[in-house]
Every structure is written in C-alpha cells, then in structure tokens.
C-alpha cells in the first residue's frame, strides 16, 4: 500500500492538510441556522381593543399576523367569543356561539391589514369593546427598535456575566457529570467543548443540539448513547429542583405573606407538592442501600452490550439510562444542586433586570415564579431561538395572569432578553465549534 504520508527532511510525519471548504463548513453551519432563526420564525403576542360595529371593519394594528392565532375576548377577559365559520368545538373555552358566529375575519393582503367586524346574527351589541389578541411576525427592525427605545445601562453587563455564568454551570454541572460518572479522564477544556460547541445550534435547532451531546461522547469517548442521556437526566432533574425551589418559595409567600398575585392560588402549591414527594422520594432510594443492588445489575446489563457490534454497542441497554443515577452520590448531587441554583439566580437578576429596562416591576413572588419558566421554555420546541413559545409564556404568566405591565412592555423585555441569550451562547459556541466539529466529526476534515 502507498503511504499516504510524506516525510519532511527531519523524518517527522507531515499531516495532510484539510481543504478550506473542511474548516469554514462548521462556521457555514453556524451562519445558517443564525440567518434560519432570524428571518420570519419569531413571534410576538398583540393585545390591542377595538369596538366592533357590523357596517364598520376594524382593522388590527399590525402586519404579518399568523394564521389561526386570532383570539377575541370581552373587555373583561371572560369570554371567548367565536369567529364566523368555526367548526363546534373548536373553542378551547365556553363563548357566546351563536349560529355564524360573533365577528368576521378579514384577511390581510398586500394592501389592506386584517380586520374584524360583528358577524350577522352576533348576539354581541354593536359598539362593544372587546380584547384582541393575535400573533404577529416579528421583524430584525421591531427587535432594533425596541432595543433602542430600552434602558440597557444594567441589562448588557448582567447579560454578559449571565452568559458565562451559564456557559461555566454548564461545564460544572453537566460536564462534571460526563467526568465523574462516564470519562474519569475528561479534561475541563474538553469538558468546555463538548457543552459550549453545540450552542451555535441550540439557538435554532434546541432537540438536534441534545442529540449532540451524547453524539460526541459516543463517537470520540466511545461511551454508549444511554449512558451519556442518563448523565443528562440526571443533571436535569437537579436543575429542576434547583427551578423548583425557587417557584416553591415564591408561592408560599404569595400565599401565605403576602398576596400581591391572586391567581397564585393553592393549586400551585399543591403541583409543587407533588414533584418535592416525588423527588425527595427519589432520592431516597438512590441514596439507600438499594442503590447497590440496582448499581450491580446495571454493571451485568453493561458488561453483556459489550458484546454487541455496531450500533447496539454504541446506543447500549436501556437499563444504561439509570447508569449515573446508580453512581451518584450525595456530594455530587449537592454539588450539581448549587450549581444549578446558581445559574437559576443568575437568570432571574438578568431577568428582571431586563423587565426594569423596559418600565415593568413585577412582584417579587411574580417574578420567582414566571421567569424560571420563562427561562425554561426557551429550550422547549414551542418557539425557535428564543422567539415564539418564550413570548407567548411571559404574555401569560406576567400580563394575563400577574397583571404586570401591558402585552408590548413584557414582549419587549422577553425580545430583549433571548437576543442577548442567544447572541451571548453564539459566540460562546463560536469559540468551541471547530474544535467540537473536528473531533466529532472527522472525515469532514479529509480530501
């Protein structure tokens, strides 16, 4: 065979030299998903009032609204009203339904917005005020405007600390997880890739960036897919509880100190119950001696996939999800616990920082309450990068169901808040993708 290598006049290997289409490819990659996430996916939430007449259409206030995502209230918010030609049933909420309908839906065109009017037959009196609200696409030039028109003297440096202290309970939560209980090895610089490098792709594609995690730990640490989901697992559940221990908190002194928010109410308490009976419950038994046991059995279950080929070898049994859970001790779990905490204090500072920024000063119990979820679903599939499902929550849980602030101000914030997230994890993961790309990657870098 040709030795694909030449010698230099030293006697040292030459490596054969990568094409320049090989180490820009994961920067392209970047680029695309940045330009995917920032033409047309985002969204806004509108809540405006009109008066509506049967001779008169109203037109709404903005373009680029959203198929289906029309949604017309009394003035009080207690009714939902029906549009003309809705199927029954397809309220989610108990309206005046009269045959037709209450109101009519103009279409937008090119040259006219969309508008309402009452329908024939409406039972709804002419001249009522009611509530709209709707979807709308977001524009480069709203978010610009709302950026300027915004008091970012506090919110940038927090946004900046934010980011890192993200990036950093990242690599001491999770990569100390892949560490202690996968790669005993694992160098913190890699540790640092391996969690920074998929940022460029969370900010756009949140589900494929989990999937890289373990990908990487797979492909070049050789650690079967379930071993390294269950390290995820695991992390994220103490990242849960270190989320719930704030809301928890939250709602006992909305309950029981001071009750600024109504619509707190018991049940909160009862769902956060709930997951402390489940989680304590948990822990005790991965703390027990039961723990071995299970521990042993999954070490056999291993041992046995070892012996499998290809793929099977690779993903490993499903009883390797529990594989750190049978690991972990209670220092680790502590460990991860403060960590995450942290992080969680770090979101809401910035948070509501960003809130102040645009003349919204929610309650304390509030803003425990909201921006840990609000924080939470921006790693959802119900909006991309950032943008759609996380305004749609923060319209919720602080103008509908907190009463603080209007729909404009608390969009604003939730706009202001993702971009300087998702700017602060693209050039994190700038830094980290050659690298991450290279190793995970590798005949991506060959002629």
Partial sequence: MEDQ???GNNGAQEVKKPSLLSQVLPYLFTAAILIWVFTGLSSNVVDERHRLSRAKWSELEHRGIRSGSIEVRSADGEVIYCQAGQEPGQQEAPGICPEGGDYELRAETEDRAAAIRLAVGSKIEDGTSVSVNYVKKVKMADIAAMVRAADLSYFLPLMIIHCLVFFLADVFSFGLAYKWFNVPDLKVKEMMEVR?????????????????????????????????????LWTIILDMSAVMSAITAAVIYNLYVDNLV??????????????????I???IFWLSPLQERVAAWIALDR?????????KQGVGGALQLLHTFSQAQWHHALWVY????????????????????????????????SI?????????PIGVGGYGGPQLVAWFLLVKMGEAGTAEQVVTYSLLWS???????????????RGFWKRCFPEGFRL
């Fill in 196 to 232: 920074g490098a998929p940022y460029v792709i969370q900010v756009g594609l949140a589900t494929l960036a989990e999937v890289l995690f373990p990908l990487y730990m797979w492909r070049v640490k050789k650690v079967p897919i379930t071993e390294t989901v269950s390290s995820n």
């Fill in 5 to 7: 290598t030449k010698n």
């Fill in 419 to 433: 971009t300087g997230f998702l700017v602060g994890r693209a050039l994190i993961g700038l830094v980290f993708i």
């Fill in 338 to 369: 403060f960590i995450r905490l942290a992080l969680l204090i770090s979101g809401i500072v910035s948070n509501y920082t960003a809130l102040l920024a645009v003349g919204v000063e929610p309650p304390p119990a509030l803003a425990f309450i």
């Fill in 281 to 283: 419950a948990g822990l």
């Fill in 303 to 311: 041992e046995a996939g070892q012996e499998k080929n290809g793929l």
């Fill in 372 to 380: 840990p979820i609000i924080i939470m679903s921006i790693f959802l």
């Fill in 262 to 279: 109504p619509a707190i109410g018991q049940e909160w308490l009862w769902g956060c119950a709930v997951f402390w009976a489940v989680f």
